[in-house]
Nanobody, 127 residues
Framework: QEQLVESGGGLVQAGGSLRLSCAASGLTFSMCAMAWFRQAPGKVREIISVINWSGNRTYYADSVKGRFTISRDNVKHMVYLQMNSLKSEDTAVYYC????????????????????WGQGTQVTVSS
């Protein structure tokens, strides 16, 4: 049974940092591109970041570039999102997603292109 479980969300002041984690199970993790998406109330889901299965290629949305860092541990089957310099507009539910991507592409930025999803973790940034 494929499963993604996010953790690490919470309440933080603007300018602060959080580290989200996503634990994967039931997947051939080392063949998956992993992504983080977020959805704020009343807004559409948006891509935040993608990392290829070997971890050497990444994509970031312009809104988070330079502030967020995605990484993965293929031994522990974990993916992380380090979020620094948080802003109130970063407030959202953050979701981890996976898709098999053996050719290491990082161009899948539409949520419909991902097969596996976590339940989400709330991030609230107070101003």
């Amino acid at each position: 049974q494929e499963q993604l479980v996010e953790s690490g969300g919470g309440l933080v002041q603007a300018g602060g940092s959080l580290r989200l984690s996503c634990a994967a199970s039931g997947l051939t993790f080392s063949m998956c591109a992993m992504a983080w998406f977020r959805q704020a109330p009343g807004k559409v889901r948006e891509i935040i970041s993608v990392i290829n299965w070997s971890g050497n290629r990444t994509y970031y949305a312009d809104s988070v570039k330079g502030r967020f860092t995605i990484s993965r541990d293929n031994v522990k089957h974990m993916v992380y999102l380090q979020m620094n310099s948080l802003k109130s507009e970063d407030t959202a539910v953050y979701y981890c997603a996976a898709r098999y991507e053996p050719d290491q592409a990082i161009d899948k930025i539409d949520g419909h292109q991902y097969n596996y999803w976590g339940q989400g973790t709330q991030v609230t940034v107070s101003s």
